[in-house]
């Protein structure tokens, strides 16, 4: 684990005197979705306005009109076409908005945290469980011609960890919630070691080594 994972979370998370962190797993993230139902309507909408009136212009006056007028209207179609292009090329370049879930083990708890460093929606969400309590876990991912979805769970007695999202899948993607999350790289790591864990205290009850 590196260390500016563990300075990261110390930034925002204190822990007792008697609780160390143990390690880090990179389960969730935000889909990388640069043209989304609302860009591409954008970058329609400003082809329909500026190009679409210039394009018209060029094939009329390419049918037997002046020379001088073809080469105006030429270079109106060209330059018409920037505005359309600075659009697309901004969602291209710009820094995505997305948001990286993290489960942090200590030898008490399990802090889940979700981290976004774009600079505009910088944040940090999170929730957390105490090991002593959890009694299951959960991972599930389903996948059909359309939908996708997963769905990470922690359960103890009275509350429950859930980590999850669904989205449309190919070209449907576009419609899709922008917080959309998809199980991260640890995923199944992480539920499999916490699976472990528990069952592990389920045959072994005075097992203590990762309790208060």
């Known amino acids: 684990m590196s260390i ?9 998370i204190q822990f007792d005197p008697q609780e160390t962190f143990e390690r880090e797993y990179f389960i969730s993230h935000t889909s990388l979705k640069r043209f989304r139902a609302g860009a591409i309507a954008a970058i329609l909408l ?5 190009t679409i009136p210039a ?29 359309t292009a600075g659009l697309f090329l901004y969602f291209l370049l710009r820094k995505p908005r997305v948001s990286y879930g993290y489960a942090t083990l200590t030898n008490k708890r399990i802090i889940y945290y979700e981290y ?4 505009a929606v910088n944040y940090h969400f999170v929730k957390s469980l105490y090991l002593s ?12 011609f359309f939908r996708k979805s997963f769905l990470m769970a922690l359960y103890t007695e009275f509350k429950a960890l859930a980590v999850g999202g669904k989205s449309w899948q190919g070209i449907l993607k576009i419609f899709s919630k922008s ?13 499999q ?8 205290r389920q045959f ?4 203590s080594s990762h309790t208060a």
């Open 204 to 207: 072994e009850p005075l097992w």
């Open 46 to 50: 400003v082809f329909v306005w500026f």
């Open 55 to 83: 394009w018209i212009w060029w094939m009329n006056t390419g049918h037997g009109g002046p020379e001088s007028e073809q080469a105006v209207a030429s270079v109106v179609l060209v330059v018409s076409l920037i505005p």
């Open 4 to 12: 500016s994972a563990t300075n990261r979370i110390s930034s925002f």
């Open 179 to 191: 917080q959309h999350l998809e199980p991260g790289p640890d995923a199944l790591e992480f539920v």
């Open 193 to 200: 070691a916490m699976s472990g864990q528990i069952a592990h």
């Open 133 to 144: 309590d959890i009694t299951a876990a959960q991972f599930k991912v389903e996948r059909t």
């Open 116 to 119: 976004n460093a774009h600079p």
